[in-house]
């Protein structure tokens, strides 16, 4: 029973994820999600006690993908000697398909964007999640790359922005649209591949 339990929590959480993303948070209402997972409105107080404590665990998911991101990097660039061009753009082409196409995030995201005119709120977290979290943490990894000295000196806050800008560009391009097909995440990775060479090659040190 315990089991069944967790199964329905995590359905109605997929469910109302898959509804937010098609039709933004407000369009949807707790008999929207109910009906897709198949349960009694009355059930769903069971597991959440409303539409927004659906919202909170999702949104607590997306903080454990970021820092379980973050270990798995800082466990693998610690222990590199030196960065090869193909490893810097399978890293931005990992970004893109571990964080803004992840099961989750991708949704998420979309919800995001249709509701950020209209709410504050998730016009912040919106902001949060594309932007100041990526560029934060990848202004850190430049800055400890030019320490360790793998690239030229430069502004890491610049090349941060320049970095993000070729994930995040392809991302917008390619991928957010109402169906995202195997085809257009080939796309976006295959831009990121591209221009991401011709940005390392720019920021590399010679002798």
Do not use: W
Not at 32 to 55: R, T
Not at 136 to 151: A, L, N
Request: glycine share 2%.
């Amino acid at each position: 029973m315990k089991e069944e339990n967790i199964n329905t929590k995590l359905k109605i959480q997929q469910e109302a994820l898959r509804l937010f993303a098609q039709r933004g948070y407000k369009a949807v209402s707790i008999r929207d999600i109910c009906k897709e997972v198949g349960i009694k409105e009355s059930s769903i107080y069971y597991h959440y006690k409303n539409k927004q404590a659906i919202l909170d665990a999702i949104l607590n998911q997306t903080e454990e993908l970021m820092d379980q991101m973050k270990t798995r990097f800082n466990q693998v660039f610690e222990k590199i000697q030196h960065v090869e061009e193909e490893a810097f753009c399978k890293v931005a082409v990992a970004f893109l398909e571990g964080y803004l196409l992840n099961e989750t995030m991708y949704p998420l995201i979309k919800m995001l964007a249709i509701e950020r005119f209209s709410d504050q709120k998730a016009a912040a977290i919106y902001q949060k999640l594309l932007f100041q979290v990526p560029l934060e943490g990848q202004e850190k990894i430049f800055k400890e790359m030019m320490d360790r000295q793998f690239i030229r000196e430069d502004e890491p806050s610049v090349l941060a922005y320049n970095y993000y800008a070729i994930i995040y560009f392809a991302f917008e391009r390619n991928c957010l649209m109402t169906q995202c097909e195997a085809q257009h995440k080939e796309q976006a990775a295959l831009e990121i591949t591209i221009n991401m060479s011709k940005f390392f090659r720019g920021i590399t040190c010679h002798d």
